[in-house]
């Protein structure tokens, strides 16, 4: 009975899958329950993986008895600050290797938020000099390993610290702080960032070996929830390494966190013993980090360029290691404040100028200078078991090419610019961040904002709060004034010059140029800045006498690449004249035979004020007060053939540029 109720079910389940079943004979199992036993193993695989991967990957950087380690065994960081959006592409590698070429072993970048996400919502890590990924990825095939700083807030004397600007179309806007429109923007910015870059840390083999919550935050304030909040959102998003922060001396423990490795900032032996003392304060256990030291300086405009002497950078180099510090050096190529993108600060307000050279070890134009040298030659004294006996060689200087001098060909006046572009209407003139037609809704971030109306008679147009922060004004197309942030009394006597034939009234505009966001809070007046206060242009209303102006035009000039071919496809161009008093853009061509094209600096000297674009790109601004003179120009902007050049003039033109072999940073 039993064998042939067996018989009759193997006969109906012939019967039912008479075609389709066949058996996989060296294990006597059907396919369909191959097929069920693969996917159960598969998820099982899939929720236990992590658990195998972290048993099986190596132990990463661990900070513990006074000592950072590395898979366990004892580890002497020794870094060079190289940003990736400060340097062409085409030159990360060569940074690179020039750091490794110092005896060092890790490289260290900020991420700049307001370049990735310059419009909200819009996430760009690709293209140009914003793909972090290939930046990774090279530091890992020249053998570095990477400390990452994603912000939000990095300073680095960059536009608004590197926060984007539309944070500031909010009115009631706090950045650093736990203000809840701030933290969700932060959360979404990490959402993408943080995905991206998980694959490239050490614990997945990667080369990115400690992440950086926030930025100094101990000399702006307290707030340990709004650091907890950052610390939360990078560890929800895929951060698995060493987390720590970097505060100067005194600002140590307002900026630390329990169980994140406080960090030091400093450029002498006196702010280092300090820093060293107050992270001992803050537990015995801490190993030494100075994660930020600072061989050279910045520059502003209307300032001196800034040095250090090999012998000073030497004796503080020597004391940190010496201390038992690891060591990261800022700047170790310093690069370029490309397009827009310098930062500012108080008490009086300036901004920092277009070359980030910083006297760094690395020039920006990629070569090694006697600070190189000397770094090498103190690794080697004080901590040589942390320094290959053998070095890889320095990377050969680049070629330089002294173009000549170039005749400007044709000029685009202001006006001519502006009949190009919709203006956007308001009854009163509002900073460019309220501009919200613009951007998806963020408002207008850089470049210069050109505010018009129109008056019928002369009087004191007055200002009734500063203007942000640079302005020319202009009758008629005419200037009649120039005035800065700094300058107390915002009044411009309007004479009334004789009215045009057939007009009745005269167009008056306000250019105002953003000259760059607060980088670092200051205090103005005795007064604390904060981040806020930056929204740029007319900030307040506008008086002419006692009657207050309205019916404002605005045009933002942001000189992205769309706009500048709109430019250069008008028909309004003259044939070049010397032009003065009034803004415009400047036109010639510069013809390239040999390939590939080389570096080159650009002399503007003659030239009063304004920006220069090669090919639709942005080098940066050019101020006839210095220090800097020449903009570097880095041959992969180049093409063989010809070349356009672009130069937006505020003031005065001249009748050529010149390009030189050789930079020129201090007048």
């Given at each position: 009975?039993?064998?042939?109720?067996?018989?009759?079910?193997?006969?109906?389940?012939?019967?039912?899958?008479?075609?389709?079943?066949?058996?996989?004979?060296?294990?006597g199992l059907p396919l369909r329950r191959i097929v069920i036993c693969t996917l159960i193993v598969l998820g099982l695989w899939y929720v236990l993986r992590p658990y195998f991967r972290i048993k099986r990957s190596p132990l990463g950087l661990r900070a513990h008895d006074k000592t950072l380690y590395l898979d366990g065994e004892p580890f002497k960081l020794l870094s060079g600050e190289v940003h990736y959006f400060r340097v062409v592409p085409e030159?990360?590698?060569?940074?690179?290797?020039?750091?490794?070429?110092?005896?060092?072993?890790?490289?260290s970048t900020y991420v700049p938020w307001n370049l990735h996400e310059e419009i909200k919502?819009?996430?760009?890590?690709?293209?140009?000099?914003?793909?972090?990924?290939?930046?990774?990825?090279?530091?890992?095939?020249?053998?570095?390993?990477?400390?990452?700083?994603?912000?939000?807030?990095?300073?680095?004397?960059?536009?608004?610290?590197?926060?984007?600007?539309?944070?500031?179309?909010?009115?009631?806007?706090?950045?650093?702080?736990?203000?809840p429109p701030f933290l969700k923007a932060v959360d979404n910015y990490f959402s993408e960032l943080i995905p991206l870059v998980a694959g490239l840390q050490y614990s997945r083999g990667g080369p990115i070996i400690a992440f950086q919550i926030e930025n100094e935050y101990g000399a702006y304030e307290q707030d340990k929830k709004y650091l907890e909040a950052l610390k939360d959102s990078l560890l929800k998003y895929g951060v698995e390494e060493l987390m720590l922060t970097a505060d100067p001396a005194e600002h140590l423990e307002k900026g630390s966190l329990p169980g994140v490795l406080p960090t030091a900032t400093f450029n002498t032996i006196s702010r280092g013993d300090l820093a060293f003392k107050n992270i001992a304060a803050l537990s015995p256990e801490w190993p030494l980090v100075t994660m930020e030291f600072w061989p050279g300086w910045y520059d502003v405009w209307g300032s001196k360029h800034n040095t250090m002497k090999d012998e000073e950078m030497e004796a503080v180099l020597s004391f940190i290691l010496k201390s038992g510090s690891s060591v990261n050096f800022y700047m170790f190529h310093g690069g370029t404040n490309f397009g827009f993108m310098n930062g500012a600060y108080y008490p009086s307000y300036v901004a920092t100028v277009t070359s980030y050279d910083y006297d760094a070890p690395v020039n920006e134009q990629g070569e090694a200078n006697t600070k190189f040298t000397k770094i090498i030659e103190t690794l080697f004294k004080n901590v040589p078991e942390s320094v290959s006996s053998t070095l890889?060689?320095?990377?050969?200087?680049?070629?330089?090419?002294?173009?000549?001098?170039l005749e400007i060909e044709k000029y685009l006046l202001l006006d001519?610019?502006?009949?190009?572009?919709?203006?956007?209407?308001?009854?009163?003139?509002?900073?460019?961040?309220?501009?919200?037609?613009?951007?998806?809704?963020?408002?207008?971030?850089?470049?210069?904002?050109?505010?018009?109306?129109?008056?019928?008679?002369?009087?004191?147009?007055?200002f009734s709060d500063t203007v942000r922060d640079r302005a020319v004004?202009?009758?008629?197309?005419?200037?009649?004034?120039?005035?800065?942030?700094?300058?107390?009394?915002?009044?411009?006597?309007?004479?009334?010059?004789?009215?045009?034939?057939?007009?009745?009234?005269?167009?008056?505009?306000?250019?105002?140029?953003?000259?760059?966001?607060?980088?670092?809070?200051g205090y103005y007046n005795g007064t604390k800045v904060p981040f806020e206060s930056q929204r740029k242009g007319i900030t307040s209303t506008v008086y002419l006498d006692k009657a207050v102006l309205i019916d404002w035009d605005h045009y933002p000039l942001e000189f992205r690449k769309p706009f500048l071919t709109s430019m250069l496809s008008s028909g309004d161009w003259s044939p070049y004249k010397d032009v003065v008093g009034t803004p415009g853009m400047f036109y010639t061509r510069l013809t390239v035979t040999k390939h590939p094209p080389c570096d080159t600096f650009i002399d503007?000297?003659?030239?009063?004020?304004?920006?220069?674009?090669?090919?639709?790109?942005?080098?940066?601004?050019?101020?006839?007060?210095?220090?800097?003179?020449?903009?570097?120009?880095?041959?992969?902007?180049?093409?063989?053939?010809?070349?356009?050049?672009?130069?937006?003039?505020?003031?005065?033109?001249?009748?050529?540029?010149?390009?030189?072999?050789?930079?020129?940073?201090?007048?």
């Open positions: 009975m039993l064998q042939t109720e067996e018989k009759s079910q193997e006969e109906m389940w012939t019967r039912r899958r008479p075609k389709r079943t066949f058996v996989l004979h060296a294990y030159y990360w590698k060569h940074s690179l290797l020039m750091v490794k070429a110092a005896g060092l072993n890790t490289v919502g819009k996430f760009n890590f690709k293209d140009g000099l914003l793909d972090i990924v290939q930046y990774l990825q090279l530091a890992q095939e020249v053998g570095l390993y990477v400390v990452l700083r994603p912000g939000p807030y990095i300073c680095a004397e960059w536009e608004f610290g590197g926060m984007p600007s539309w944070l500031l179309n909010d009115p009631s806007m706090k950045v650093r702080s736990t203000y890889p060689p320095i990377p050969p200087a680049r070629p330089v090419e002294k173009y000549g001098t001519d610019m502006v009949k190009r572009m919709k203006a956007i209407y308001g009854i009163e003139a509002v900073p460019m961040e309220f501009l919200g037609q613009v951007n998806n809704g963020g408002g207008q971030g850089y470049g210069f904002i050109l505010y018009r109306t129109e008056i019928t008679k002369g009087g004191k147009l007055k004004v202009l009758l008629n197309g005419t200037e009649i004034a120039t005035f800065n942030l700094n300058k107390k009394d915002m009044v411009v006597a309007i004479k009334g010059p004789n009215k045009p034939q057939n007009k009745t009234t005269y167009v008056l505009d306000v250019l105002v140029e953003n000259m760059g966001r607060l980088n670092s809070m503007m000297k003659g030239w009063k004020k304004g920006v220069v674009f090669v090919n639709g790109f942005n080098l940066g601004r050019y101020w006839e007060i210095g220090p800097q003179r020449t903009l570097y120009l880095p041959g992969p902007l180049l093409r063989t053939g010809n070349n356009e050049i672009l130069i937006f003039e505020l003031h005065g033109s001249k009748p050529t540029i010149t390009f030189k072999d050789k930079p020129q940073l201090d007048l």
